[in-house]
Each structure stands twice: as C-alpha cells, then as structure tokens.
C-alpha cells in the first residue's frame, strides 16, 4: 500500500495569515499515463469530501485562488495564502495512483 | 447534473444483516468506477472497495476483503455496500463517490461524493 503522511495534523491560524499543510507519499504517484495522481480534499463536520485540488495543482471549480498545490513525485504541499473563516475542517490528501487508494491522516484546521 | 444520493441512517443491532445504497444520476453510471470510504467517528477516510458497473469488476481494500460486499445494479444505476453480519465497530459513515473508468482522466475522479450514510451498530 501506498503510505500517504501529512504534516502537521493540527493548525490553528489566525484569520488572513497563511497556513501550509505536507504530504508524503510512500513511493511516486508519478503515473505511467504522465499525471501525478495526488488530490487534496476538504471536509467540514457533517459533511461528504469536497475535492479541493486534483493532480497535485489544478484548482476545481469554485475553489478561491487562495488555495495552491505544489510538489512532484512523493511530497506535496497545500497551501493557503490568506486563510478564512470558511477554511475551518479537515483536510486531507489522497494517491489515486494505484489501488487500494490512500488517504493521508488529515490535518485539522481551526482559526485562532 | 452529477448526483450520488446515498439511502438514509440506519440502526442495526450485532450481528444483523445490511444492505446500503448509493445511486448515480446524470452521467453514465456504467462507465465510472464507484468507491466506497468508511468515516468512523471522529476518525479519518478509509477506501473499502470499489466497483466498476459495467462488468461488476470489484477490488476490495486489504482491510475489509471478506468483512463487506460490494455489488451493482446497472440497470438501476445503484451501486451496494453489504453486510452479513454487522459488529458494533462497523458503526460510521459511508461514503459512496465515483471515479472514470480511465486512470488518464483525473479530473473525472472523486468529484462527486454521496451525502453519506450513517451506520449505528449497537446492542
């Protein structure tokens, strides 16, 4: 299985400052097909994932500039230039390369 | 419009059976891979399985190869989460999303998410 570890698992930020959360996986996600098979994803209590970032940087739609992706290969990097209240939850990274597919612990997010 | 509507909470007690759902509207159901991800309380998302509609293709996660089954009704656009005999540990939240039958696409991948499913397994 492909090992996802992100870092830290806690954050508490105060609101407009930035806030960056890692992720590493086991081995590359570099996939055969050329993409690098690693998404990021948001949830608030109570509610399903919401797929914030797919192959590493490509922001969905409705996503706030705000939020980037970074990295290649087996580390990644969320970041979020100026966090807002509506940023509290969970956030989570997961490989898409091989299966079983892996989720990295999650990293909460509280605003100071 | 892409939905995934998952059927409601349920209460069961140890060593019930059950049997959720998780249909797809508004897309071509057959041709996209259907996950399933247990949320148990205060905890993380975990893969169990997933299925492919158009052949029933299923690959379980290490985890819970031979604790669930997971099944497919094309004709219906369903797909189904299963158990035999249920424990107090199985009690969570599931998840149903979907993912194109290609790799190469993965913008198609984990876009949409069922509203989850609330599993009670208690005495």
């Known amino acids: 299985d492909y090992v996802m570890t992100q870092s830290p698992l806690s954050l508490v930020v105060t609101l407009g400052q930035p806030a960056s959360i890692s992720c590493r996986a086991g081995q590359t996600l570099l996939y055969t097909d050329g993409n690098t098979h690693l998404h990021w994803f948001h949830q608030r209590p109570g509610q399903p994932p919401r797929r914030l970032i797919y192959k590493v940087s490509n922001r969905d739609s409705g996503v706030p500039d705000r939020f980037s992706g970074s990295g290649s290969g087996a580390e990644f990097t969320l970041k979020i230039s100026r966090v807002e209240a509506e940023d509290v939850g969970i956030y989570y990274c997961?490989?898409?390369?091989?299966?079983?597919?892996?989720f990295g612990q999650g990293t909460r997010l509280e605003i100071k | 419009e892409v939905q995934l509507v998952q059927s409601g909470a349920v209460v069961k007690k140890p060593g019930e059976s059950l049997k959720i759902s998780c249909k797809g509207s508004g897309y071509s159901f057959s041709n996209y891979w259907i996950g399933w991800v247990r949320q148990m309380p205060g905890k993380g998302l975990e893969w169990m399985g997933i299925i492919y509609p158009d052949d029933s293709d299923t690959k379980y996660s290490p985890s819970f190869q031979g604790q669930v089954t997971i099944s497919a009704d094309k004709s219906i656009n369903t797909a189904y989460l299963q158990w035999s005999s249920l424990r107090a540990s199985d009690t969570a939240t599931y998840f149903c999303?979907?993912?194109?039958?290609?790799?190469?696409?993965?913008?198609?991948?984990?876009?949409?998410w069922g509203q989850g499913t609330m599993v009670t397994v208690s005495s």
């Open positions: 997961m490989q898409g390369k091989n299966w079983p597919w892996t």
């Open positions: 999303t979907r993912r194109d039958a290609s790799i190469a696409i993965p913008e198609r991948a984990f876009d949409f």
